[in-house]
């Protein structure tokens, strides 16, 4: 096992490399995707999600030190050349940027402003990719996070509200219009999208009533239907403390979820059929949240 470091964020392939975006320790690990070695790191400034596109990678940063600050900075996007790993050309966006997605030569950005509590950022910024500018940017609701792109040009945000009044939800933004079409009425803390298929789990904390309120929701992109509120079907989502992690085998179609526990101890990572029948568990590190497939075999 190797010490990455504070926060491992983000775990993506792109070609023969695997990238963990390590958020408090601010540098992106680049390693083979066959043997796991190091290749190298870029450093950026409390890195947090990374997505690639024609070579490049784009890495949102908050671009400033960890801590609740209503002053805080705004966030910026980072492109990197993923041959030489490079920081090629930075932009600005809109405070404490999250995840990202790409369509049709633009880059969407959610912004959380998470940093600046209780005045959230409620914003996707909108940049194209060959000026490398903010062409845009789309209201949607606060504490923004999640991002996914359905087959049909549609992109996925999730809220996260503010812990009190306002709730978490699903925002669906149009890329040919670049406008909020409709909200799903869903709580997502974590979200897979597979085939026309959205997994949502949610954690969702309220400070009012001091209690999580955890959810497995399984949604339909083609339809716009809700499909089941429990993908798991066996009960044993019982034995899972804190969703925190979510994804689906892109050949097998097993769905895999990991169990943060107490945040404090070693968690678990289960495996359902995609029927969502427990396969098996195993014991893994602590807070385990993120996945990325090879069909390259380990050496």
């Known amino acids: 096992v190797k010490e990455l470091g504070d926060v491992g964020n983000d775990l993506q392939i792109y070609g023969d490399k695997l990238y963990a975006v390590i958020n408090c320790s601010n540098f992106i690990e680049v390693m083979d995707v066959e043997t796991a070695q190091h290749l190298g790191q870029i450093d950026v400034t409390n890195c947090r999600y990374i997505t690639f596109s024609d070579g490049k990678a784009y890495v949102s940063s908050y671009a400033g030190p960890v801590g609740i600050d209503p002053n805080a900075r705004p966030g910026k996007i980072v492109e990197v050349d993923t041959t030489n790993l490079a920081i090629t050309r930075e932009v600005v966006v809109g405070y404490q940027p999250e995840e990202m997605v790409i369509k049709d030569g633009k880059l969407y950005v959610a912004n959380s402003g998470g940093y600046r509590f209780p005045d959230y950022d409620r914003t996707v910024s909108v940049i194209d990719l060959k000026t490398f500018k903010v062409i845009k940017t789309i209201d949607v609701a606060i504490n923004l996070h999640r991002m996914k792109l359905d087959r049909y040009g549609r992109i996925y945000v999730s809220s996260r509200g503010d812990y009190y009044g306002t709730g ?132």
């Open 168 to 299: 978490s939800d699903v925002f669906i933004i149009d890329t040919q219009t670049d406008r909020v079409t409709g909200s799903l009425g869903l709580a997502a803390s974590e979200m897979c999208m597979s085939g026309d298929s959205i997994y949502m789990t949610s954690v969702e904390w309220s400070y009012v009533t001091e209690s999580n309120t955890i959810t497995y929701t399984l949604y339909d992109v083609k339809q716009n239907k809700i499909v089941s509120h429990n993908f798991i079907t066996d009960g044993t989502e019982t034995e899972i403390a804190i969703p925190y992690g979510v994804a689906v085998n892109p050949e097998t179609k097993e769905i895999f979820v990991t169990d943060a526990k107490s945040y404090v101890v070693p968690g678990y990572l289960y495996c359902f059929s995609p029927e969502g029948k427990k396969r098996w568990k195993v014991r893994a590190g602590d807070i385990p949240a993120h996945f990325a497939f090879t069909t390259k075999t380990f050496q």
